[in-house]
């Protein structure tokens, strides 16, 4: 591997004389300041000490990890939590981090990616619905690629489709889903930091984990901080999944919903099954997992199906946060999705409930079937947004049963 990729700052790593992590936390704290109030006060605080190396020290560096693990974006804090646990693990010997700490600073890089042109798609979803948007053949192709993927895609090709997604926001004259990416398109060229990340993490990916190195393990946690500065805009918003809606409506008075929903991010580590409770004259999408901005998700943008939380849809306590990883080879009707907590992977197919089900009051009243009914919804909505997008005026008469009662 190239060891010229190795500078001075950060080959101790390589001699064990620099602590896994040191590199990461000081560029993700420096990077996300304009969005974290506590992390702009921990450097101004570093900054009037004159305290240059805190990264290095553990009671700072304790208190930056925390901060990077609630700040960036539910499931994407989560997994970087969990990255800073293992360079961090004093029980572990520094050889023994390696693989693990590798393999994790490529999970955070695709969930990243990943969880970005969800957004994307699902908005361009909603604005096609609204507006009629007209897409050009190389868009479509794109499009099409990504609903009728068979592999999980490496990371140049995210990134190559979340190009292109910016483009068709950009002919359309569309809102983006993160405002903070309307002058992101330099991001985007051929030598940008983004792109060199993605390529020099994409090497390592490649690479066996047989053969991981220090040299590796450094590279990666280097190429992960310059990843993840450049989406530092993901400290800036939150996610919800939404549990069960409730409705309540007393006479001569209006109606509120009752939102039963969990809020996904790190704090799930310590209260994994709590459950949160919003009394609203809003409606809102049932079984959603949503990304917002602030404290009201009001204004959110709805990932399912692309991120599903299975136990929502199960009627599971907590939530188990799956993305969208590509279509059997076998059939377009089985879907595999990845669990985000292990990278555990789950193939859903169509199983036709309402068809094999003809009476609807008995389908919606058995607990297993309207499991079986969610999980058909899965697809439904998989396949309407891929109809939707790629202009595909085709109708299957199955999935429309699936909106109306018999």
């Not at 990264?55 to 693990?69: R, T």
């Not at 997604?165 to 002058?183: N, R, S, T, V, W």
């Not at 400290?235 to 809020?263: C, D, Q, T, W």
Request: aromatic residues 12%; contains cysteine.
């Amino acid at each position: 591997y190239n060891i010229e990729h190795i500078n001075e700052a950060n080959f101790g790593l390589l001699t064990g004389k620099r602590a896994f992590n040191e590199i990461l936390i000081k560029n993700l704290i420096e990077a996300i300041q304009p969005h974290n109030k506590e992390a702009q006060m921990l450097v101004t605080y570093m900054q009037r000490q004159n305290i240059s190396n805190w990264a290095s020290q553990e009671k700072y560096a304790k208190k930056a990890k925390e901060i990077l693990a609630y700040s960036y974006v539910g499931v994407i804090g989560m997994q970087l939590s969990h990255l800073l646990a293992i360079g961090n693990n004093k029980t572990m010997r520094a050889e023994d981090k390696v693989v693990p700490y590798i393999e994790k600073s490529l999970h955070v890089t695709r969930y990243s990616l990943d969880l970005i042109c969800f957004a994307f798609i699902s908005k361009l979803w909603d604005a096609q619905k609204q507006q009629n948007i007209s897409l050009n053949t190389p868009q479509t192709e794109v499009l099409n690629g990504f609903f009728e993927r068979k592999f999980e895609p490496d990371f140049l090709e995210q990134l190559a489709l979340l190009k292109a997604l910016y483009g068709i926001f950009k002919d359309a004259q569309l809102h983006f889903p993160f405002a903070e990416m309307k002058d992101f398109a330099a991001m985007f060229e051929e030598n940008s930091l983004l792109k060199q990340a993605c390529q020099a993490l994409q090497k390592i990916r490649q690479t066996s984990n047989e053969k991981y190195t220090f040299v590796e393990c450094a590279e990666a946690e280097m190429q992960l901080s310059t990843l993840l500065n450049c989406l530092s805009f993901l400290a800036n918003y939150n996610m919800a999944s939404i549990k069960k809606v409730g409705y309540k409506y007393l006479r001569n008075n209006a109606p509120h919903f009752i939102h039963n929903y969990i809020e996904v991010g790190f704090d799930q580590k310590a209260n994994p099954d709590v459950e949160k409770h919003k009394y609203t004259p809003q409606d809102i999408s049932t079984d959603t997992v949503l990304i917002y901005q602030g404290e009201n998700y009001a204004n959110s943008i709805n990932l399912f199906p692309f991120v599903i939380d299975y136990n929502a849809l199960t009627f599971e306590q907590g939530s188990k946060i799956y993305f969208y990883q590509c279509v059997d080879f076998s059939s377009e009707n089985i879907i595999e999705y990845v669990l985000l907590k292990d990278d555990e992977s789950i193939k859903l197919e169509w199983q036709d409930t309402v068809e094999n089900n003809p009476n609807f009051d008995e389908l919606v009243g058995n607990a297993e079937k309207l499991k079986a009914l969610n999980l058909d919804h899965i697809i439904l909505q998989f396949k309407e947004a891929k109809n939707a997008l790629t202009q595909n005026n085709e109708t299957d008469d199955e999935f429309e049963k699936l909106f109306t009662a018999p």
